[in-house]
Protein backbone atom coordinates (compact mmCIF):
# COMPACT_ATOMS: atom_id res chain seq x y z
CA UNK A 1 0.00 0.00 0.00
CA UNK A 2 1.26 3.62 -0.76
CA UNK A 3 1.92 6.09 1.92
CA UNK A 4 -1.20 8.08 2.79
CA UNK A 5 1.26 11.10 4.03
CA UNK A 6 4.52 11.42 2.18
CA UNK A 7 7.70 13.92 3.12
CA UNK A 8 10.72 13.87 0.77
CA UNK A 9 14.52 15.65 1.37
CA UNK A 10 12.76 18.02 3.66
CA UNK A 11 14.51 21.16 4.57
CA UNK A 12 13.73 24.06 6.83
CA UNK A 13 16.26 26.71 8.40
CA UNK A 14 15.47 30.00 10.69
CA UNK A 15 17.72 32.78 10.40
CA UNK A 16 21.00 30.44 9.63
CA UNK A 17 19.71 27.63 12.50
CA UNK A 18 18.13 24.37 10.78
CA UNK A 19 15.06 22.76 12.03
CA UNK A 20 14.31 20.34 9.76
CA UNK A 21 17.27 18.60 7.77
CA UNK A 22 16.64 16.42 4.89
CA UNK A 23 13.72 14.89 6.14
CA UNK A 24 12.17 12.17 4.69
CA UNK A 25 9.57 10.13 5.84
CA UNK A 26 6.06 7.94 4.95
CA UNK A 27 3.06 7.38 7.05
CA UNK A 28 0.46 4.49 5.81
CA UNK A 29 -2.92 5.36 6.28
CA UNK A 30 -4.34 3.56 9.69
CA UNK A 31 -0.83 3.69 11.36
CA UNK A 32 -0.38 5.42 15.01
CA UNK A 33 2.89 7.27 14.60
CA UNK A 34 5.04 9.02 17.49
CA UNK A 35 7.58 11.15 16.57
CA UNK A 36 10.04 12.14 19.22
CA UNK A 37 12.91 13.43 20.18
CA UNK A 38 14.43 15.75 23.06
CA UNK A 39 13.19 20.14 23.02
CA UNK A 40 14.58 21.86 20.08
CA UNK A 41 15.19 19.20 17.99
CA UNK A 42 12.51 20.09 15.55
CA UNK A 43 9.10 18.24 16.39
CA UNK A 44 6.95 21.43 16.04
CA UNK A 45 8.52 22.66 13.06
CA UNK A 46 7.62 19.44 11.60
CA UNK A 47 4.02 19.42 12.32
CA UNK A 48 4.02 23.31 10.59
CA UNK A 49 5.36 22.17 7.40
CA UNK A 50 2.92 19.43 7.42
CA UNK A 51 -0.21 21.70 7.72
CA UNK A 52 0.82 24.93 5.54
CA UNK A 53 1.76 26.96 9.05
CA UNK A 54 5.15 27.02 7.59
CA UNK A 55 6.52 26.64 4.11
CA UNK A 56 9.83 24.12 3.50
CA UNK A 57 12.94 25.75 2.05
CA UNK A 58 12.84 22.57 -0.07
CA UNK A 59 11.45 19.31 -0.41
CA UNK A 60 7.97 17.36 -0.62
CA UNK A 61 4.73 16.99 1.28
CA UNK A 62 1.81 15.02 -0.26
CA UNK A 63 -1.29 13.84 1.34
CA UNK A 64 -3.17 10.92 -0.97
CA UNK A 65 -1.30 11.81 -4.00
CA UNK A 66 -1.82 15.53 -3.35
CA UNK A 67 1.17 17.91 -3.14
CA UNK A 68 0.70 20.19 0.16
CA UNK A 69 3.37 22.18 -0.20
CA UNK A 70 2.69 26.54 -0.60
CA UNK A 71 -1.63 25.64 0.31
CA UNK A 72 -2.26 27.77 3.27
CA UNK A 73 -3.49 25.76 6.65
CA UNK A 74 -7.29 26.49 6.15
CA UNK A 75 -6.79 24.62 2.40
CA UNK A 76 -5.34 21.67 4.11
CA UNK A 77 -7.76 21.15 6.47
CA UNK A 78 -10.02 20.70 3.88
CA UNK A 79 -8.14 17.86 2.61
CA UNK A 80 -8.46 15.52 5.86
CA UNK A 81 -5.48 16.89 8.00
CA UNK A 82 -6.55 18.29 11.80
CA UNK A 83 -4.18 18.83 14.16
CA UNK A 84 -4.07 20.43 17.67
CA UNK A 85 -1.41 22.71 19.16
CA UNK A 86 1.33 22.06 22.06
CA UNK A 87 0.63 25.39 23.22
CA UNK A 88 -3.09 25.72 23.88
CA UNK A 89 -5.06 27.33 20.83
CA UNK A 90 -8.16 27.49 21.38
CA UNK A 91 -10.60 30.62 21.51
CA UNK A 92 -10.19 31.69 25.00
CA UNK A 93 -14.02 34.35 25.35
CA UNK A 94 -16.01 31.84 23.64
CA UNK A 95 -17.58 28.96 25.47
CA UNK A 96 -16.35 25.43 25.56
CA UNK A 97 -19.32 24.49 23.20
CA UNK A 98 -18.77 27.05 20.81
CA UNK A 99 -15.06 26.54 20.39
CA UNK A 100 -16.21 23.06 18.86
CA UNK A 101 -19.60 24.33 17.30
CA UNK A 102 -17.48 26.84 15.36
CA UNK A 103 -15.17 23.97 14.14
CA UNK A 104 -18.16 22.10 13.00
CA UNK A 105 -19.63 25.33 11.31
CA UNK A 106 -16.33 25.59 9.11
CA UNK A 107 -16.28 21.74 8.57
CA UNK A 108 -19.85 22.39 6.87
CA UNK A 109 -18.59 25.09 4.78
CA UNK A 110 -21.17 27.18 6.45
CA UNK A 111 -19.12 30.08 7.76
CA UNK A 112 -20.83 31.86 5.15
CA UNK A 113 -23.95 31.91 5.84
CA UNK A 114 -25.33 35.27 7.04
CA UNK A 115 -28.72 34.50 8.23
CA UNK A 116 -28.78 31.23 10.22
CA UNK A 117 -28.46 31.82 13.76
CA UNK A 118 -24.63 29.99 14.39
CA UNK A 119 -25.79 29.01 17.77
CA UNK A 120 -28.55 27.15 16.74
CA UNK A 121 -26.11 24.95 14.19
CA UNK A 122 -24.45 21.41 15.19
CA UNK A 123 -26.00 21.28 18.52
CA UNK A 124 -25.90 17.78 18.51
CA UNK A 125 -22.63 17.09 17.12
CA UNK A 126 -20.97 19.26 19.50
CA UNK A 127 -22.64 17.57 22.30
CA UNK A 128 -20.98 14.15 21.04
CA UNK A 129 -17.68 15.66 20.61
CA UNK A 130 -17.79 16.70 24.13
CA UNK A 131 -18.81 13.52 25.36
CA UNK A 132 -15.86 11.77 23.58
CA UNK A 133 -13.15 13.88 25.12
CA UNK A 134 -14.95 14.44 28.59
CA UNK A 135 -15.92 17.44 28.38
CA UNK A 136 -19.92 17.50 28.63
CA UNK A 137 -20.23 19.08 31.93
CA UNK A 138 -17.94 22.32 30.72
CA UNK A 139 -19.82 22.98 28.10
CA UNK A 140 -21.24 26.33 29.06
CA UNK A 141 -17.82 27.39 30.48
CA UNK A 142 -15.55 29.62 29.20
CA UNK A 143 -13.01 28.10 26.69
CA UNK A 144 -9.99 30.22 28.37
CA UNK A 145 -10.68 29.41 31.92
CA UNK A 146 -10.99 25.50 32.17
CA UNK A 147 -8.22 23.85 33.74
CA UNK A 148 -4.65 23.22 31.38
CA UNK A 149 -5.47 19.81 30.83
CA UNK A 150 -9.12 20.00 30.01
CA UNK A 151 -8.03 23.00 27.80
CA UNK A 152 -5.78 20.38 26.22
CA UNK A 153 -8.75 17.99 25.80
CA UNK A 154 -11.00 20.97 24.34
CA UNK A 155 -7.84 21.01 21.44
CA UNK A 156 -8.42 17.89 20.66
CA UNK A 157 -11.95 17.92 20.13
CA UNK A 158 -11.96 20.54 17.82
CA UNK A 159 -9.30 19.07 15.87
CA UNK A 160 -11.74 15.73 15.78
CA UNK A 161 -14.39 18.02 14.37
CA UNK A 162 -12.90 18.69 11.48
CA UNK A 163 -13.43 15.17 10.72
CA UNK A 164 -9.49 14.38 9.42
CA UNK A 165 -8.35 11.08 8.25
CA UNK A 166 -5.12 12.35 9.27
CA UNK A 167 -4.67 13.60 13.12
CA UNK A 168 -1.61 15.60 14.21
CA UNK A 169 -1.40 15.81 18.13
CA UNK A 170 1.47 17.98 19.11
CA UNK A 171 2.43 16.83 22.27
CA UNK A 172 -1.35 16.46 23.66
CA UNK A 173 -0.68 15.39 27.60
CA UNK A 174 1.86 18.54 27.64
CA UNK A 175 1.42 19.93 31.17
CA UNK A 176 -1.21 17.25 32.42
CA UNK A 177 -1.40 16.09 35.59
CA UNK A 178 -0.27 11.93 35.73
CA UNK A 179 -4.09 11.36 36.05
CA UNK A 180 -5.41 13.43 33.23
CA UNK A 181 -2.29 12.09 31.15
CA UNK A 182 -3.98 8.29 31.57
CA UNK A 183 -7.35 9.64 30.90
CA UNK A 184 -6.14 11.13 27.40
CA UNK A 185 -4.17 8.13 25.96
CA UNK A 186 -6.99 5.94 26.87
CA UNK A 187 -9.03 8.40 24.69
CA UNK A 188 -7.07 9.10 22.05
CA UNK A 189 -6.58 5.50 21.13
CA UNK A 190 -10.23 4.79 21.85
CA UNK A 191 -10.97 7.89 19.33
CA UNK A 192 -8.32 6.89 16.84
CA UNK A 193 -9.27 3.14 16.52
CA UNK A 194 -13.06 3.53 16.09
CA UNK A 195 -12.85 6.28 13.74
CA UNK A 196 -10.48 4.20 11.57
CA UNK A 197 -8.05 7.43 11.59
CA UNK A 198 -4.14 7.90 11.25
CA UNK A 199 -2.68 9.00 14.34
CA UNK A 200 0.92 11.67 14.12
CA UNK A 201 1.97 12.68 17.23
CA UNK A 202 4.79 13.96 18.88
CA UNK A 203 4.83 13.24 22.92
CA UNK A 204 7.64 14.01 25.57
CA UNK A 205 6.02 11.27 27.79
CA UNK A 206 7.81 8.17 27.28
CA UNK A 207 5.16 6.27 28.98
CA UNK A 208 2.59 8.13 26.58
CA UNK A 209 4.93 7.05 23.19
CA UNK A 210 4.90 3.86 23.98
CA UNK A 211 1.05 3.37 25.24
CA UNK A 212 -0.14 4.71 21.65
CA UNK A 213 2.30 4.07 19.24
CA UNK A 214 2.75 1.21 16.72
CA UNK A 215 6.05 2.97 15.28
CA UNK A 216 8.06 5.74 16.38
CA UNK A 217 10.88 7.89 14.56
CA UNK A 218 13.43 9.64 16.15
CA UNK A 219 14.31 13.67 15.39
CA UNK A 220 17.34 14.51 16.67
CA UNK A 221 18.64 18.13 15.59
CA UNK A 222 16.38 18.23 12.79
CA UNK A 223 17.13 14.98 11.47
CA UNK A 224 15.29 11.37 11.69
CA UNK A 225 18.10 9.50 13.09
CA UNK A 226 15.66 6.18 13.69
CA UNK A 227 12.31 4.99 12.54
CA UNK A 228 10.83 1.53 13.39
CA UNK A 229 8.30 -0.59 15.83
CA UNK A 230 9.34 0.62 19.24
CA UNK A 231 11.19 -2.32 20.28
CA UNK A 232 13.40 -1.55 17.58
CA UNK A 233 13.30 1.98 18.41
CA UNK A 234 13.80 1.64 21.83
CA UNK A 235 17.02 -0.99 21.29
CA UNK A 236 18.90 1.66 18.72
CA UNK A 237 22.13 2.51 19.99
CA UNK A 238 22.37 5.84 18.56
CA UNK A 239 18.48 6.71 20.12
CA UNK A 240 19.84 5.17 23.68
CA UNK A 241 22.71 7.89 22.96
CA UNK A 242 21.41 10.82 21.88
CA UNK A 243 17.67 10.34 24.03
CA UNK A 244 16.72 7.53 26.05
CA UNK A 245 20.11 7.93 27.99
CA UNK A 246 19.26 11.12 28.52
CA UNK A 247 16.18 10.24 30.40
CA UNK A 248 16.33 6.47 30.89
CA UNK A 249 13.98 6.30 33.55
CA UNK A 250 11.13 7.46 31.35
CA UNK A 251 11.75 4.46 28.51
CA UNK B 1 -34.60 31.39 23.26
CA UNK B 2 -33.13 34.29 24.57
CA UNK B 3 -33.52 35.91 20.75
CA UNK B 4 -37.23 35.90 21.82
CA UNK B 5 -36.53 38.04 24.87
CA UNK B 6 -34.12 40.62 23.22
CA UNK B 7 -37.14 41.35 19.75
CA UNK B 8 -39.43 42.35 22.50
CA UNK B 9 -37.13 44.50 23.89
CA UNK B 10 -36.28 46.36 20.87
CA UNK B 11 -40.06 46.43 19.87
CA UNK B 12 -40.39 48.03 23.21
CA UNK B 13 -37.83 50.72 22.96
CA UNK B 14 -38.81 51.20 19.29
CA UNK B 15 -42.26 51.91 19.85
CA UNK B 16 -41.38 54.25 23.13
CA UNK B 17 -39.36 56.33 20.34
CA UNK B 18 -42.02 56.24 18.24
CA UNK B 19 -43.81 58.15 20.53
CA UNK B 20 -41.52 60.99 20.97
CA UNK B 21 -42.84 63.39 18.76
CA UNK B 22 -45.87 63.44 20.38
CA UNK B 23 -44.31 64.39 23.86
CA UNK B 24 -41.03 65.93 22.54
CA UNK B 25 -39.97 69.47 21.43
CA UNK B 26 -38.05 69.60 18.43
CA UNK B 27 -34.78 69.88 19.60
CA UNK B 28 -35.27 66.27 21.57
CA UNK B 29 -36.62 64.99 17.94
CA UNK B 30 -33.48 66.18 16.22
CA UNK B 31 -31.18 65.51 19.02
CA UNK B 32 -33.01 61.68 18.66
CA UNK B 33 -32.53 61.51 14.90
CA UNK B 34 -28.71 62.37 15.39
CA UNK B 35 -28.06 59.91 18.01
CA UNK B 36 -30.13 57.03 15.98
CA UNK B 37 -27.98 57.84 13.16
CA UNK B 38 -25.04 57.49 15.26
CA UNK B 39 -25.55 54.44 16.79
CA UNK B 40 -26.02 52.28 12.91
CA UNK B 41 -22.51 54.33 12.55
CA UNK B 42 -21.16 52.57 15.59
CA UNK B 43 -23.08 49.36 15.19
CA UNK B 44 -21.48 49.04 11.96
CA UNK B 45 -18.07 49.90 12.79
CA UNK B 46 -18.13 47.01 15.71
CA UNK B 47 -18.91 44.28 13.11
CA UNK B 48 -15.32 44.62 12.32
CA UNK B 49 -13.90 45.81 16.29
CA UNK B 50 -16.01 43.91 18.28
CA UNK B 51 -16.52 40.95 16.24
CA UNK B 52 -13.78 40.28 14.07
CA UNK B 53 -11.14 42.24 15.75
CA UNK B 54 -9.89 44.49 12.94
CA UNK B 55 -9.83 47.85 14.44
CA UNK B 56 -10.24 50.07 11.63
CA UNK B 57 -9.61 54.20 12.15
CA UNK B 58 -10.89 55.24 8.93
CA UNK B 59 -14.46 53.97 9.44
CA UNK B 60 -15.72 57.45 8.26
CA UNK B 61 -14.70 56.98 4.64
CA UNK B 62 -18.02 54.48 4.13
CA UNK B 63 -19.81 57.24 6.29
CA UNK B 64 -18.78 59.97 3.72
CA UNK B 65 -19.12 57.75 0.56
CA UNK B 66 -23.00 57.43 1.65
CA UNK B 67 -23.67 60.83 2.55
CA UNK B 68 -22.02 62.92 -0.78
CA UNK B 69 -23.25 59.75 -3.05
CA UNK B 70 -27.01 60.12 -1.75
CA UNK B 71 -26.78 64.05 -1.37
CA UNK B 72 -25.03 64.50 -5.09
CA UNK B 73 -27.78 61.72 -6.64
CA UNK B 74 -31.06 63.19 -5.17
CA UNK B 75 -29.76 66.70 -6.02
CA UNK B 76 -27.60 67.22 -8.81
CA UNK B 77 -29.02 64.16 -9.94
CA UNK B 78 -32.26 64.47 -9.44
CA UNK B 79 -32.80 60.55 -8.42
CA UNK B 80 -35.77 59.53 -6.67
CA UNK B 81 -34.54 58.70 -2.72
CA UNK B 82 -36.12 54.82 -3.34
CA UNK B 83 -33.02 54.66 -6.46
CA UNK B 84 -30.40 57.56 -4.27
CA UNK B 85 -30.51 55.54 -0.83
CA UNK B 86 -29.79 51.89 -1.76
CA UNK B 87 -26.97 53.23 -5.10
CA UNK B 88 -25.07 55.28 -1.88
CA UNK B 89 -25.26 52.56 0.15
CA UNK B 90 -24.15 50.26 -2.58
CA UNK B 91 -21.49 52.74 -3.61
CA UNK B 92 -20.07 52.53 -0.15
CA UNK B 93 -20.26 48.88 0.40
CA UNK B 94 -18.76 48.34 -3.10
CA UNK B 95 -15.87 50.88 -1.90
CA UNK B 96 -15.00 48.99 1.34
CA UNK B 97 -14.98 45.74 -0.91
CA UNK B 98 -12.20 47.68 -2.81
CA UNK B 99 -10.04 48.95 0.52
CA UNK B 100 -10.60 45.52 2.13
CA UNK B 101 -9.36 43.67 -0.20
CA UNK B 102 -5.85 45.39 0.41
CA UNK B 103 -6.10 46.27 4.42
CA UNK B 104 -7.32 42.30 5.37
CA UNK B 105 -3.42 41.37 3.53
CA UNK B 106 -2.19 43.68 6.95
CA UNK B 107 -3.13 42.96 10.62
CA UNK B 108 -3.35 45.04 13.86
CA UNK B 109 -1.33 48.61 13.74
CA UNK B 110 -0.44 48.24 9.76
CA UNK B 111 -4.30 47.11 9.07
CA UNK B 112 -5.19 50.15 10.79
CA UNK B 113 -3.15 52.73 9.45
CA UNK B 114 -4.08 51.66 5.78
CA UNK B 115 -7.50 51.93 6.97
CA UNK B 116 -6.78 55.32 7.93
CA UNK B 117 -4.31 56.03 4.54
CA UNK B 118 -7.12 54.95 2.45
CA UNK B 119 -9.87 57.40 4.70
CA UNK B 120 -7.20 60.48 3.94
CA UNK B 121 -7.75 59.81 0.26
CA UNK B 122 -11.61 59.73 0.53
CA UNK B 123 -11.24 63.00 2.24
CA UNK B 124 -8.68 64.46 -0.23
CA UNK B 125 -11.46 63.48 -3.32
CA UNK B 126 -14.11 65.07 -1.47
CA UNK B 127 -11.89 68.31 -0.78
CA UNK B 128 -10.16 68.17 -4.16
CA UNK B 129 -13.26 67.25 -6.69
CA UNK B 130 -15.56 70.28 -5.89
CA UNK B 131 -17.47 70.65 -8.89
CA UNK B 132 -19.04 67.67 -7.64
CA UNK B 133 -18.41 67.25 -3.88
CA UNK B 134 -18.59 71.66 -3.59
CA UNK B 135 -15.16 71.09 -1.94
CA UNK B 136 -14.38 72.60 1.12
CA UNK B 137 -17.20 74.71 0.98
CA UNK B 138 -19.34 71.53 1.57
CA UNK B 139 -22.13 69.79 -0.66
CA UNK B 140 -25.64 71.73 0.44
CA UNK B 141 -29.16 72.38 -0.31
CA UNK B 142 -29.78 68.61 -1.18
CA UNK B 143 -32.88 68.38 -2.67
CA UNK B 144 -35.15 66.33 -0.17
CA UNK B 145 -38.44 64.45 -0.73
CA UNK B 146 -41.68 65.82 0.27
CA UNK B 147 -42.84 62.93 2.44
CA UNK B 148 -39.17 63.14 4.81
CA UNK B 149 -38.85 66.65 4.71
CA UNK B 150 -40.58 67.94 7.95
CA UNK B 151 -38.35 67.31 10.92
CA UNK B 152 -40.81 64.99 12.38
CA UNK B 153 -40.87 62.56 9.00
CA UNK B 154 -37.37 62.64 9.24
CA UNK B 155 -37.30 61.66 12.27
CA UNK B 156 -39.73 58.65 11.49
CA UNK B 157 -38.14 57.81 8.61
CA UNK B 158 -34.61 57.79 10.53
CA UNK B 159 -36.23 55.33 13.03
CA UNK B 160 -37.26 52.93 10.13
CA UNK B 161 -34.24 52.78 8.51
CA UNK B 162 -31.85 52.31 11.44
CA UNK B 163 -34.46 49.86 13.53
CA UNK B 164 -33.76 47.58 9.57
CA UNK B 165 -30.03 48.17 9.55
CA UNK B 166 -29.54 47.09 13.35
CA UNK B 167 -31.42 44.21 12.88
CA UNK B 168 -29.90 42.75 9.98
CA UNK B 169 -26.74 44.04 11.43
CA UNK B 170 -27.96 41.80 14.34
CA UNK B 171 -28.74 38.93 12.50
CA UNK B 172 -25.40 38.82 10.55
CA UNK B 173 -23.44 39.45 13.83
CA UNK B 174 -25.36 36.32 15.19
CA UNK B 175 -25.30 34.33 11.82
CA UNK B 176 -22.89 31.00 11.01
CA UNK B 177 -20.69 34.26 9.79
CA UNK B 178 -20.76 36.01 12.89
CA UNK B 179 -20.13 33.34 14.83
CA UNK B 180 -16.88 32.18 12.92
CA UNK B 181 -16.05 36.19 12.30
CA UNK B 182 -15.55 36.08 16.83
CA UNK B 183 -13.69 32.86 16.45
CA UNK B 184 -11.44 34.64 13.98
CA UNK B 185 -10.81 37.77 16.45
CA UNK B 186 -10.33 35.31 19.37
CA UNK B 187 -7.79 33.17 17.72
CA UNK B 188 -7.02 33.32 13.85
CA UNK B 189 -4.54 31.24 13.77
CA UNK B 190 -6.86 28.42 15.57
CA UNK B 191 -9.92 29.44 13.03
CA UNK B 192 -7.29 28.76 9.85
CA UNK B 193 -6.79 25.23 10.83
CA UNK B 194 -10.31 24.55 11.11
CA UNK B 195 -10.78 25.22 7.43
CA UNK B 196 -11.61 29.16 7.59
CA UNK B 197 -10.33 31.20 5.33
CA UNK B 198 -9.57 34.12 7.64
CA UNK B 199 -8.41 37.06 5.15
CA UNK B 200 -11.67 36.47 3.12
CA UNK B 201 -14.62 36.17 5.79
CA UNK B 202 -12.37 39.29 7.12
CA UNK B 203 -12.74 41.12 3.98
CA UNK B 204 -16.48 40.63 3.63
CA UNK B 205 -16.65 41.59 7.28
CA UNK B 206 -15.23 44.74 6.18
CA UNK B 207 -17.42 45.18 2.86
CA UNK B 208 -20.25 44.63 5.66
CA UNK B 209 -19.25 47.48 8.21
CA UNK B 210 -18.34 49.92 5.14
CA UNK B 211 -22.06 48.88 3.73
CA UNK B 212 -23.66 50.33 6.95
CA UNK B 213 -21.44 52.82 7.60
CA UNK B 214 -22.68 54.06 4.21
CA UNK B 215 -26.24 54.03 5.34
CA UNK B 216 -26.08 55.93 8.19
CA UNK B 217 -24.02 58.46 6.58
CA UNK B 218 -26.38 59.15 3.72
CA UNK B 219 -29.11 59.15 6.27
CA UNK B 220 -26.66 61.65 8.23
CA UNK B 221 -26.01 63.98 4.82
CA UNK B 222 -30.20 64.41 4.34
CA UNK B 223 -30.86 64.96 7.93
CA UNK B 224 -28.25 68.23 7.60
CA UNK B 225 -29.36 69.07 4.26
CA UNK B 226 -25.34 69.08 3.33
CA UNK B 227 -22.23 66.98 3.75
CA UNK B 228 -19.05 68.56 4.41
CA UNK B 229 -15.35 67.60 4.50
CA UNK B 230 -15.31 67.52 8.04
CA UNK B 231 -17.50 63.86 7.56
CA UNK B 232 -14.65 62.41 5.72
CA UNK B 233 -11.64 63.64 8.29
CA UNK B 234 -10.46 61.37 10.70
CA UNK B 235 -11.06 63.40 13.56
CA UNK B 236 -14.76 61.55 12.33
CA UNK B 237 -12.98 57.97 12.61
CA UNK B 238 -11.93 58.66 15.72
CA UNK B 239 -15.25 59.59 17.42
CA UNK B 240 -16.87 56.76 16.19
CA UNK B 241 -14.36 54.43 17.37
CA UNK B 242 -14.16 56.03 20.54
CA UNK B 243 -18.39 55.25 20.90
CA UNK B 244 -17.50 51.92 20.36
CA UNK B 245 -14.78 51.57 22.90
CA UNK B 246 -17.29 53.40 25.55
CA UNK B 247 -20.33 51.34 24.60
CA UNK B 248 -18.35 47.96 24.65
CA UNK B 249 -16.84 46.15 21.79
CA UNK B 250 -17.80 42.84 23.00
CA UNK B 251 -21.39 43.01 23.01
CA UNK B 252 -23.55 43.49 20.22
CA UNK B 253 -25.30 46.22 22.02
CA UNK B 254 -22.64 48.09 23.58
CA UNK B 255 -21.78 50.58 20.71
CA UNK B 256 -25.49 51.39 21.17
CA UNK B 257 -24.96 52.99 24.71
CA UNK B 258 -21.77 54.31 23.42
CA UNK B 259 -22.72 56.29 20.66
CA UNK B 260 -26.27 57.98 22.84
CA UNK B 261 -23.64 58.52 25.70
CA UNK B 262 -21.36 60.07 23.60
CA UNK B 263 -23.15 62.57 21.40
CA UNK B 264 -25.75 63.75 24.17
CA UNK B 265 -22.43 64.05 26.33
CA UNK B 266 -20.88 66.02 23.57
CA UNK B 267 -24.24 68.16 22.70
CA UNK B 268 -24.82 68.79 26.62
CA UNK B 269 -21.09 69.98 27.00
CA UNK B 270 -21.11 72.34 24.33
CA UNK B 271 -23.45 73.89 25.71
CA UNK B 272 -22.00 75.12 28.60
CA UNK B 273 -17.62 74.86 27.67
CA UNK B 274 -15.81 75.03 24.31
CA UNK B 275 -13.33 72.95 26.07
CA UNK B 276 -14.90 69.39 24.48
CA UNK B 277 -12.18 67.83 23.08
CA UNK B 278 -10.38 68.02 26.76
CA UNK B 279 -13.86 66.54 28.37
CA UNK B 280 -13.42 63.73 25.56
CA UNK B 281 -10.04 63.54 26.92
CA UNK B 282 -11.04 62.69 30.12
CA UNK B 283 -14.10 59.93 28.50
CA UNK B 284 -10.71 58.11 26.55
CA UNK B 285 -8.81 58.41 29.88
CA UNK B 286 -12.01 56.24 31.98
CA UNK B 287 -12.46 53.61 29.27
CA UNK B 288 -8.86 52.92 29.30
CA UNK B 289 -8.13 52.84 32.87
CA UNK B 290 -11.73 51.68 34.15
CA UNK B 291 -13.91 50.63 32.00
CA UNK B 292 -12.01 48.20 29.60
CA UNK B 293 -15.17 46.01 28.51
CA UNK B 294 -16.91 49.86 28.24
CA UNK B 295 -20.49 50.42 29.70
CA UNK B 296 -22.01 47.03 28.86
CA UNK B 297 -18.78 45.43 31.03
CA UNK B 298 -19.37 48.07 34.10
CA UNK B 299 -23.20 46.83 34.01
CA UNK B 300 -22.68 43.36 33.98
CA UNK B 301 -19.78 43.68 36.59
CA UNK B 302 -22.31 45.74 38.86
CA UNK B 303 -25.22 42.91 38.38
CA UNK B 304 -21.97 40.58 39.26
CA UNK B 305 -22.65 38.77 35.93
CA UNK B 306 -20.23 36.65 35.13
CA UNK B 307 -19.50 35.67 30.81
CA UNK B 308 -21.37 38.64 29.50
CA UNK B 309 -18.10 40.28 27.94
CA UNK B 310 -18.18 37.36 25.23
CA UNK B 311 -19.27 37.48 21.26
CA UNK B 312 -22.40 38.65 21.74
CA UNK B 313 -25.40 40.59 24.24
Known amino acids: MSAMLRIEDLWKSFAGFVATRDVSFDLKAGELHAIIGPNGAGKTTFFNLI???????????????????????????????????????IYPRLSVFENVQVALIAHEGQQWNLFRPGRSLHREGTRELLELVGLAAEAAETGGELSY?????????IALASQPRLLLLDEPTAGMSPQE???????????VKARGLTLLFTEHDMAVVFGIAERISVLHHGEIIASGDPDTVRNDAEVRRVYLGEDGDHG | MPQRRHLVASAIVVLL????????????????????????????????????????????AYFAIGGYACAILLTTHGWPLALALPAAVVLAGLVAAVVGYFCVRLTQIYFAMLTLAFAMLVWGVAFK?????????????????????????YFYFTLVMVSVGAAALWVICH??????????????????????????MRWAAFAVAGTFGGLAGALFGMYHRGMYIENAFWTESANVLIMVLL?????????????????????????????????????????????????????????GRRGTHKGRS
Open chain 2, 17 to 60: LALLPLAGSRYAIDLTTEVLIYVLFALSLNVLIGFTGNISFGHA
Open chain 2, 175 to 200: SAFGLTLVAIRENSVRAGFIGVDTKH
Open chain 1, 181 to 191: TGETIASVRDI
Open chain 1, 149 to 157: GKQKQLELA
Open chain 2, 247 to 303: GGIYSFVGPIFGAAALHLLQTFTNQYTPYWPTVLGLILLVIVLVLPDGLIGLVARLK
Open chain 2, 129 to 153: WKAVTGGDDGFTGIKMPEMISHHVG
Open chain 1, 51 to 89: TGHLRPDKGAVSFEGRDLVGLPPHKIVRLGIARSFQRIN
